[in-house]
């Protein structure tokens, strides 16, 4: 009877872990420490509202890397949100790991994503909902390892603490009609109580990317610029515009596709402005601008409107 009841337990036990993703970069990419991290997000968004200025937004571009380097940037944006009142994220990421088209869901046994300050829930309806559409059966094994989410998620539960998660992982080849069928499908879920976050980084410079077109003494001014030029189509909320700048510069941002996903469903399904508000480099924080990554923080400040055909 007491191996049953210890075989019951393990059992349960096995489950229960089962049905949250467990955090995959705490300790390198942002502290493990829940009292470190809490502390640290909690500053740093007190510093960007002492400097926000302008309407709350209702969807935001930010960055994901390690903390060192791009959670100030991303904190600006962050700081935009609401106080209260946000009841859904939609929160779309790139996939670093796992190549494939379209939208991947995580595992259908999972009911929420986990960091040191606790479990985020699954908005498990709309996540549903959106699996039964054929644009968002990606591979779940794309949400394992995965960085470009997990990153926002401490942000995400100081500013919206009881808000409910719909994350996304958003595929390298997903081509444009794929990015606009999914952006449609959101749109069947965005409401006044919705946020919609894509995360990603911006211009990846140097040997180790495979993309060193610039050199020279104006090269920290160069990268700012290329960003910030890239980063000012897709807060024009084009997502054509923003491809075709990616294209034609040869811009590094490995969030194309999911900047792209926002920025369909913004220009058919929200009325209000895009706004650039903060442009930095990795380069400046360790000097190294031969190996250096571009951080973005956009803020879309306006109200969700349902789908409107172009």
Same mark, same amino acid.
């Given at each position: 009877m007491r191996d049953f009841l210890v075989a019951c337990a393990v059992t349960v036990a096995i489950n229960a872990a089962a049905d949250v993703r467990p955090p995959a970069v705490a300790g390198a990419f942002y502290p493990a420490d829940e009292e470190a991290l809490r502390t640290r997000v909690s500053e740093l968004l007190d510093r960007a509202r002492d400097r926000a200025e302008g309407p709350t937004a209702r969807a935001l571009v930010v960055p994901h890397a390690g903390y060192d380097y791009s959670a100030p940037t991303a904190a600006t944006a962050f700081a935009r949100l609401p106080t209260t009142g946000i009841r859904r994220v939609i929160l779309l990421g790139p996939s670093h790991h796992v190549s494939f088209g379209g939208g991947a869901l995580p595992a259908e046994g999972v009911t929420a994503f986990e960091t040191p300050l606790g479990s985020m829930v699954l908005d498990r309806p709309a996540v549903e909902e959106l699996r039964r559409?054929?644009?968002? /059966? !990606?591979?779940?094994?794309?949400?394992?390892? $995965?960085? &470009?989410?997990? +990153?926002?998620?401490?942000?995400?539960?100081? +500013?919206? *603490?009881?808000? %409910?998660? @719909?994350?996304?992982?958003? !595929?390298? #080849? #997903? /081509?444009?009609? #794929? #990015?606009? /069928?999914?952006? $449609?499908?959101?749109? &069947?879920? @965005?409401? /006044? !109580?919705? +946020?919609? +976050?894509?995360?990603?980084d911006f211009t990846h410079h140097g040997s180790r990317y495979g993309w060193s077109p610039y050199d020279g003494p104006d090269l *920290? $001014?160069?990268?700012?610029?290329? !960003? %910030? %030029?890239?980063a000012e189509r897709a807060a024009a909320m084009d997502p054509r515009g923003f491809l075709r700048q990616i294209e034609v510069s040869g811009d590094t941002v490995c969030g194309a596709r999911p900047v792209g996903v926002l920025a369909s469903l913004l220009s058919h399904a929200f009325s209000g402005e895009g706004r650039v508000l903060e442009v930095t480099t990795s380069g400046h924080v360790t000097d190294r601008f031969d190996l250096s990554v571009t951080y973005v923080a956009i803020a879309f400040a306006g109200r969700w409107t349902g789908w409107q055909p172009l």
């Open positions: 559409n054929r644009n968002f /059966d !990606g591979p779940v094994q794309a949400h394992s390892a $995965e960085h &470009a989410l997990e +990153v926002e998620l401490p942000f995400l539960q100081v +500013v919206a *603490p009881t808000a %409910r998660l @719909v994350p996304v992982v958003v !595929g390298s #080849t #997903t /081509d444009f009609q #794929t #990015t606009l /069928d999914m952006a $449609e499908a959101l749109a &069947a879920l @965005v409401d /006044d !109580g919705t +946020v919609v +976050v894509a995360s990603s *920290p $001014e160069t990268l700012l610029a290329v !960003g %910030r %030029r890239t």
